[in-house]
C-alpha cells in the first residue's frame, strides 16, 4: 500500500499546483507551443507536435490535452478527383511522456475528431478580404456548411455532409537526449515514431507512417529559440480514395520570451510538406503557417498555451484560421 499511496498523493498533489495561481518556482523559457499540420488532408497523417529538445527527467511523467480548432476551406477538382472541405474541426488529442531512463522518453497520443458547420465563415472572408488572400470559391459558396468530399470520377472515396465525429491515428514516439542543455545554453534530441490506422476515413490515413526527425534549442536568459525538422513515410494510399501518398515533412521554427515567472510568448512559423499527390494542386502543395501564442504557468506543475494563426500566406491549402489550446502537467 505504501507505492499506491505514494503514487496517489503525487498525483492529488500535481493536479493542485495544476489549478492553485501561483507563480512558478523558477524562471525558465517556456516549450513552444505544439504546433502541427491541422488541415483536414494533412492531419490525417503522423504528424508530430513541435516541443523542446529536453527530455525529461527519469521517472517523470507528463500529461498534456490539447484543443486544434480550425475552420477549413478548399474546393477544386480534375479529372480524377473532386475535393469539396468546408467545415470547422474541433481536435481533441490527449497525450502522455514518460522518461523511462536518462535522455530516453516514451510518448503517446490519440486524437478525437468533430467536424460540423461552425459560425467563423463571415469574419474569415473579411480578414482575407483585408489581406486581398481569398480562398478561390468561399464566397460563392453558403456560409456555416458542413462537408468533407474527396470523390473519384468512378465514386471511389468519401463523401460526408453534415456534424462528424471519430478517432484519428494513435501514434507513439521515442525520444532520446543527444546534448543536454549544456553551457552554451544549447539542447539537441532526437525521434522516431510510429502511426497506427485507428481512425475512420475522414480522420485517419488508412495508413502506417514513420516518422523521424531533430529538435534543436538554445536558451539565453529569458529567450529560447527552437528548431523541429522531421521526415514522414507513409506505407499505403489514403484509404476510400486511393490516393498516392508519398515522402513528406515539415520544418518548424519558434522563439519564446519569458515576459515574468508566470507568462512567456511566442512567435512560430512552420511548413509542412502534403503526404499526398494529386493533380489537384490544392491539396498536394506545401503549406505554410505563423503562430503566436503565450504560455502561462499556474503553479509549478502545469501550464497552458494559447496560440492563433491566420493562413494568410496559403489561403488556398491547409486549414484557414485555427485555435490552439494546450494544457500540460508533470507528475
Do not use: C
Request: net charge negative; proline share 6%.
Amino acid at each position: 500500500m505504501g507505492p499506491a499511496r505514494d503514487i496517489v498523493l503525487r498525483s492529488v498533489l500535481a493536479a493542485a499546483a495544476f489549478v492553485a495561481a501561483g507563480p512558478a518556482s523558477a524562471v525558465e523559457v517556456a516549450a513552444p507551443l505544439p504546433w502541427q499540420e491541422p488541415g483536414a488532408v494533412g492531419r490525417m497523417f503522423l504528424q508530430l507536435p513541435f516541443e523542446e529538445p529536453e527530455v525529461l527527467p527519469p521517472g517523470r511523467v507528463a500529461v498534456g490535452l490539447q484543443l486544434l480548432y480550425t475552420n477549413d476551406f478548399i474546393g477544386d477538382a480534375s479529372s480524377t478527383l473532386a475535393v469539396t472541405i468546408d467545415f470547422e474541426s474541433a481536435a481533441l488529442t490527449p497525450s502522455v511522456r514518460y522518461a523511462i531512463a536518462r535522455g530516453v522518453e516514451l510518448q503517446a497520443a490519440l486524437p478525437v475528431y468533430v467536424n460540423y458547420g461552425g459560425f467563423l465563415d463571415g469574419w474569415i472572408e473579411n480578414v482575407e478580404a483585408f489581406f486581398q488572400a481569398t480562398s478561390p470559391g468561399r464566397l460563392s459558396t453558403p456560409r456555416n456548411l458542413s462537408v468533407f468530399r474527396l470523390v473519384r470520377p468512378d465514386g471511389a472515396g468519401f463523401d460526408v455532409q453534415g456534424t462528424q465525429a471519430g478517432l484519428g491515428d494513435a501514434w507513439a514516439a521515442v525520444k532520446a537526449a543527444v546534448l543536454d542543455a549544456d553551457a552554451a545554453g544549447l539542447a539537441l534530441s532526437l525521434r522516431g515514431a510510429m502511426k497506427f490506422p485507428t481512425g475512420a476515413p475522414g480522420f485517419g490515413s488508412g495508413t502506417v507512417d514513420f516518422g523521424f526527425g531533430g529538435l534543436l534549442g538554445w536558451t539565453g536568459g529569458p529567450v529560447g529559440l527552437r528548431l523541429q525538422v522531421d521526415g514522414y513515410l507513409p506505407t499505403g494510399s489514403l484509404q476510400s480514395v486511393g490516393l498516392g501518398t508519398r515522402v513528406y515533412g515539415a520544418a518548424q521554427l519558434g522563439a519564446a520570451f519569458q515576459v515574468s515567472e508566470v507568462v512567456a510568448l511566442h512567435a512560430q512559423t512552420s511548413a509542412h510538406l502534403s503526404p499526398v499527390w494529386s493533380d489537384v494542386k490544392f491539396i498536394s502543395y506545401w503549406t505554410f503557417y505563423v503562430l503566436l501564442g503565450a504560455t502561462f504557468r499556474v503553479g509549478p506543475a502545469g501550464a497552458i498555451q494559447v496560440g492563433v494563426t491566420e493562413n494568410i500566406f496559403t489561403p488556398t491549402r491547409g486549414a484557414d484560421f485555427t485555435v490552439l489550446v494546450n494544457g500540460r502537467v508533470s507528475l
